[in-house]
C-alpha cells in the first residue's frame, strides 16, 4: 500500500502537515511541562513561606505555641490545610492527617550539612502528594524539626485543584494558539511549496515549448537542482537536431539524386521508337514509384510538428534572390506575410516549394508576382500570383505531373510544379492551381500551421 503520493508537491505536503503535527504536539507537551512545573514552584513557595511560619509555633521543648497559632490562622491562603506532630501532641487546620510512617519512608530521606546535622532548622522542605483531605488529592511541603523532646513533623498542603486550575485555564489559550500557529505554518507551506515548485513548472513549459517547436532549447538560467537536467535535456535536443538533419540531409541528396536522372529517363524512353513494346516504359515507372515510396516514407518519418518555419524569412529571402536574377525583365515581386505566421515544414523544403513556384511566376510575368500568405481553418494558405498568361484549366492537372512541360521554349526538365505539389502532400497539405486576379495564375500551398 502506497503511504506517500506519487506526485513530489503531495509528498511534501504530506510529510510537512506531519512534521508540523508532531513538532505542535512536542510543543504542547513541553509547554504544558513547563507551565505546569513555574504553577508548582509558585505553590511551593507560597507553601513553604507558610510552613515557616508554622514551624516557628514548634518550642524548643516540643511545644506547640498555641496562641499565636490562632494569630497567623489569617495568613494562610484559603482552601491551604497544616498539621503539626510533635512528641508532646498535635495541632492541624482542614483535615490534613499525620504523615504516616509508611508515607514518610516512601518519600526521599532529607540531606543534612554535617555542619548542621544538630541544627532544628536543618531539615529542608519537601514535597509530597496524597489523598489526605477526605479523598482529595493534594500537593504539599513537609520537613523535620529538631526539639529537645524529639523529631517534630511540620507539613503544610494546598488541594491540587489549586495547581491544576490556572494550568487548564492557561491550556485553552495555548491549543488555541497552537491551532493558529499549525493553521500559519500550513499556509506557509503552501506557499513555500508552489514558489519552491515553480521552476519545475516553468521547466514543463520550456519543454512543451521545445517539443512545440515554439523554442530550440531550454533556458539556461535555471536553480541550481535543476541546471544539470536543463544541461542534459538540452544535450538531447541537439542530439535529435542533429540526427533529425543528417537524415533530411540524406533523404534530399537521394531525392536530388535520382527523381531528376529517373524522370529524365523517362521522358527519353517515352520517345518514339525508343521502346517499341513498352517493357523499358514500366521498369522505369516501377523504378521511379519505388523510389518515391521510400524517399516519401523517409522523409514523412522525420517531418515533425516540433518544426517551426516562419513564412516571411523564406518569403523574402527568396523575394531578393528572384530580383537579382531576373533584374533583366524588370517585374516587380512583393512580399505580403504576416510576420507572425509560421508553418510545420522544415525551411529547406519550404524554401523548394515557394521557390520552384516563385519563380515559375518570375518567368512568365509581365510585371508583378505577389507572395502572399494567411492562416485559415487551421492551416496556412501561401498564394503566389503573377500576371502572365496562366495556365488553362483543363492543362493545370498536367502541369503537376512529374516531368510535365506545356512550354518547351524555355529551360529544365519541368519538375518545378510536381516537386512542390509532392512536398506539399508529405506535409499533409496540397497545391492547386487557379486564376490570378489580375489574370495570370495562382499557386495555392496549403501547409501545416506550427503548434
Do not use: C
Amino acid at each position: 500500500m502506497r503511504l506517500l503520493p506519487r506526485s513530489i508537491r503531495g509528498r511534501l505536503l504530506a510529510l510537512s502537515a506531519i512534521a508540523t503535527l508532531i513538532a505542535l504536539i512536542v510543543a504542547g507537551v513541553a509547554i504544558g511541562s513547563i507551565l505546569e512545573r513555574f504553577v508548582v514552584h509558585g505553590a511551593d513557595q507560597r507553601l513553604d513561606n507558610e510552613g515557616f511560619v508554622l514551624a516557628s509555633l514548634v518550642t524548643r521543648d516540643g511545644a506547640i505555641d498555641r496562641t499565636r497559632a490562632a494569630e497567623i490562622e489569617a495568613g494562610f491562603a484559603p482552601g491551604d490545610v497544616w498539621r503539626i506532630d510533635t512528641p508532646s501532641g498535635s495541632l492541624s487546620r482542614g483535615g490534613l492527617g499525620p504523615l504516616t510512617k509508611a508515607m514518610l519512608d516512601r518519600l526521599p530521606p532529607p540531606h543534612l550539612r554535617p555542619d548542621r546535622r544538630h541544627d532544628r532548622d536543618a531539615s529542608p522542605w519537601r514535597p509530597f502528594d496524597s489523598d489526605l483531605i477526605d479523598g482529595e488529592p493534594v500537593h504539599g511541603r513537609w520537613r523535620t524539626v529538631l526539639t529537645d523532646a524529639g523529631p517534630a513533623t511540620v507539613a503544610v498542603a494546598t488541594p491540587r485543584e489549586t495547581i491544576t486550575r490556572p494550568i487548564l485555564g492557561a491550556m485553552a489559550p495555548l491549543i488555541l494558539s497552537l491551532l493558529a500557529l499549525g493553521v500559519l505554518l500550513a499556509i506557509a507551506t503552501l506557499i513555500q511549496l508552489r514558489l519552491g515548485l515553480r521552476p519545475l513548472d516553468r521547466l514543463r513549459d520550456d519543454i512543451a515549448a521545445v517539443r512545440n517547436g515554439r523554442a530550440e532549447r531550454l533556458p539556461e538560467d535555471q536553480p541550481a537542482e535543476l541546471a544539470p537536467l536543463a544541461g542534459e535535456l538540452n544535450a538531447l535536443v541537439a542530439d535529435n537536431q542533429a540526427a533529425l538533419a543528417a537524415a533530411r540531409g540524406s533523404a534530399a541528396n537521394l531525392a536530388h539524386g535520382l527523381k531528376t536522372p529517373i524522370a529524365t529517363l523517362a521522358l527519353v524512353v517515352g520517345e518514339a521508337g525508343r521502346d517499341p513494346d513498352g517493357r523499358l516504359a514500366a521498369l522505369v515507372a516501377r523504378l521511379d514509384a519505388t523510389v518515391r515510396h521510400h524517399l516519401g516514407r523517409a522523409r514523412a518519418s522525420i517531418a515533425s510538428e516540433r518544426v517551426v518555419t516562419p513564412v516571411i524569412a523564406v518569403a523574402e529571402g527568396l523575394a531578393t534572390a528572384l530580383r537579382r536574377i531576373h533584374a533583366e525583365r524588370g517585374v516587380v515581386i512583393d512580399v505580403a506575410v504576416p510576420p507572425e505566421l509560421t508553418v510545420a515544414v522544415d525551411r529547406t523544403d519550404l524554401d523548394e516549394m515557394i521557390g520552384n513556384l516563385a519563380d515559375n511566376a518570375m518567368r512568365w510575368a509581365r510585371s508583378r508576382v505577389v507572395i502572399g500568405a494567411r492562416a485559415a481553418s487551421g492551416s496556412a494558405i501561401v498564394t503566389i500570383e503573377d500576371d502572365g498568361p496562366g495556365i488553362p484549366a483543363v492543362e493545370r492537372d498536367r502541369a503537376l505531373a512529374k516531368g510535365a512541360r506545356l512550354d518547351e521554349r524555355g529551360e529544365g526538365h519541368g519538375f518545378g510544379l510536381a516537386i512542390a505539389h509532392e512536398l506539399a502532400i508529405l506535409y499533409g497539405g496540397d497545391l492547386t492551381l487557379g486564376d490570378a486576379p489580375d489574370g495570370g495564375l495562382t499557386a495555392t500551398l496549403t501547409l501545416p500551421l506550427a503548434r
